[in-house]
């Protein structure tokens, strides 16, 4: 396992403007990066997870984030599994508020003790401190504009689809 090569896991469901700086400022630490779509059991979800693969490759594309970035989706196992399968030996998680260390913390110590990956947390820029994709689902389901909070091409599915189908 190599300490240069990281995953960014999560739901995305839908990715936002918080998840695209993360994945930014990991690229820039790591030599190769995985963002991956994880199932997470505890959520029903609302996007479909190819949907969720689509709008992940656009949105780092429109970005013009680094070739060294690798999408995928995850959700046979452990989160671990995955890591040790590519080869990565840090998680790298967003942190937005104190809530959000109170629901990592124990997340990344059963990561350690399960397979020795490390977690790496990036504070969130304040400009997407507020910025969830559960808020985000909420606003787009009763008809808001979420442009603000999401990458465009995400901003363009929600748009193309009612919010009957959400
Ligand atoms: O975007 P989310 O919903 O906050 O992402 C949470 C996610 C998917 C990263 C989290 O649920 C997770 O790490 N799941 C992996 C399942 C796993 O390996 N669990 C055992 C060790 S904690």
Do not use: C
């Amino acid at each position: 396992m190599s300490n240069r090569i990281a995953v960014v896991p999560g739901s995305f469901d839908p990715p936002t403007l918080g998840h695209l700086d993360v994945i930014r400022r990991a690229a820039s630490l790591y030599d190769e990066l995985h963002v991956l779509v994880v199932h997470n059991p505890d959520k029903a979800g609302m996007l479909p997870i190819a949907v969720r693969l689509q709008l992940l490759e656009q949105s780092i594309a429109e970005a013009g984030l680094p070739g060294r970035i690798v999408v995928g989706a995850w959700s046979v196992g452990l989160l671990v599994d995955y890591a040790q399968e590519v080869g990565a030996g840090v998680l790298v998680k967003g942190i937005r508020s104190q809530g959000d260390v109170t629901y990592e913390t124990p997340m990344a110590i059963m990561n350690n003790h399960l397979a020795g990956v490390e977690t790496v947390f990036l504070l969130a820029d304040p400009a997407h401190s507020v910025v969830s994709s559960s808020l985000v689902r909420q606003v787009a389901g009763l008809g808001g504009d979420v442009s603000p909070y999401v990458p465009a091409p995400v901003a363009r599915y929600l748009e193309s689809v009612t919010s009957k189908e959400l």
